[in-house]
């Protein structure tokens, strides 16, 4: 089955061409495949409960270093690709993630170069290899795009992604068996040329795909774009399951899935903004203001990152007009809210070590050693409230990196997020 594919360049994703009554009977036509998928995580769910309730339990219980933690996606855009490198080593960020199409296997030049300017500025990349409907039904033409990508991009990049957001049928993979055969010849071409494999890219909250994929593609490194936009706040609950507990849920799934210890990685996250328009690759719920952006922002990658459980993220992504830290629209970039909250986060986080979690059932309260600092990162998930800590506070600064707050011990706190700086 194949369908024309239609790039949303506007949005950075393809549009659903395929009508929903025809991806309804693919879907019945495919039952096979989904009993499958039942049985491969019905025997093992006694497990996956077990070890998920061990892991949440211990999740902010002991100390996990945040090094090499953030990274943030980019692409190139032509004419500006210097602007660009510029603007990402102002975040503080030293990784990114670059999109490689496989339909544009004529550009792939275009990617090394700005792969090659990223690399010379100082950057750690990793390519993220997309696929689409054409390379599924001819493996031959994915191979060849593989094999020229792994030979062209492999001396600049530390890592590659197999495959993207493939439980999402626009993205052209209509089975988890076709991500397999997808991926498979990756691995043999990889070896070759001494590339790290990161996968399988499964997108959103559907974690019953990685026992049948993980038992059979020994990736290096596990990702997942771990997306929670469509409930608002990190901190909120879908179906009952917040942020936190998704990641406790999915190292489980992940441990237990491999036979070895591998990396776990978020390897796309965002929110998409109100009135963007065309833009925004979401409609209605998703959408958040620039001011809700840059708080869920950093809300989300402590959430994940002080757990211990989740070794990077990255955002995606640098430049966007629906969604990224800097707006692209008009002839000047505009630099977001959410540009400055996370240049201030990597600035305050990256190489520190978290240290505890306070117990205190309305506020989160994060303790982290950096350096010689101490200091915390505090916000409140609900509506402002004050908080008295049990030491001596030295400076308060905002979620955009100014001094907004007196020192004092007793604070309000809201739901930017702000960092608390200790007297030693």
């Known amino acids: 089955m194949s369908f024309t594919f239609d790039w949303n360049e506007f949005a950075d994703q393809p549009h659903n061409v395929a009508p929903r009554g025809e991806r309804l009977r693919h879907h019945l036509r495919r039952a ?38 953030f990274g943030c996606g ?38 090394e170069r700005f792969i090659r300017l990223l690399s010379q500025a100082g950057i750690d990349v990793v ?67 001494g590339a790290k494999l990161i996968g399988p890219a499964v997108i959103d909250f559907e974690f019953h795909l990685y026992p049948p994929t993980l038992a059979v593609l020994p990736f290096d490194v596990v990702s997942s774009l771990l997306y929670v936009d469509r409930v608002g706040a990190p901190e909120n609950g879908q179906a009952g399951w917040t942020t936190a507990d998704k990641v406790a849920l999915l190292k489980s799934v992940v441990e237990l899935s491999t036979r070895r210890r591998a990396p776990l990685w978020i390897t796309e996250v ?33 959430l994940c990152l002080a757990g211990g459980y989740v070794d990077r993220i990255y955002w995606w992504q640098l430049i966007s007009p629906g969604y990224g830290l800097v707006d692209s629209r008009g002839g000047d970039w505009r630099r977001r809210p959410a540009f400055h909250a996370y240049r201030t986060m990597v600035g305050n986080l990256e190489g520190s070590t978290f240290l505890e979690k306070a ?36 400076r308060v600064v905002g979620r955009d990196g100014r001094d907004v707050k007196p020192p004092s011990q007793r604070l309000r706190l809201e739901g930017s997020p702000c960092y608390v700086f200790f007297r030693q």
């Open 32 to 69: 096979d495949g989904y009993l499958t998928l039942f049985a491969w995580n019905l025997w093992k769910i006694g497990p996956f409960w077990l070890r998920y309730r061990r892991l949440r339990k211990a999740m902010y219980g002991r100390e996990s270093d945040i090094k090499n933690a």
């Open 270 to 302: 965002n929110w998409p903004l109100q009135g963007t328009g065309e833009y925004s690759p979401a409609s209605g719920r998703p959408n958040v203001t620039e001011e809700q952006q840059a708080d869920y922002l950093v809300r989300y990658h402590v």
């Open 127 to 193: 390519a993220a290899l997309l696929q689409n409907r054409d390379d599924v039904l001819d493996p031959a033409r994915w191979r060849e795009f593989l094999s020229e990508a792994f030979a062209r991009l492999g001396p600049l990049c530390s890592g590659f992604e197999v495959g993207h957001a493939w439980n999402r049928t626009k993205w052209g993979v209509w089975d988890y068996r076709e991500y397999l055969d997808l991926a498979a010849p990756a691995f043999g071409l990889a070896a070759s040329h």
């Open 359 to 394: 117990p205190s059932p309305h506020v989160e309260i994060f303790y982290f050693r950096h350096g010689p600092d101490l200091l915390a990162v505090c916000w409140s998930a609900g509506p402002p409230r004050d908080y008295t800590f049990d030491r001596p506070v030295a």
């Open 74 to 111: 980019v692409s190139p855009i032509e004419g500006k690709d210097e602007a660009a490198a510029a603007l990402l080593r102002e975040t503080g960020a030293r990784r990114t993630l670059v999109r490689v199409p496989s339909w544009e296997r004529s550009g792939l030049e275009r990617q």
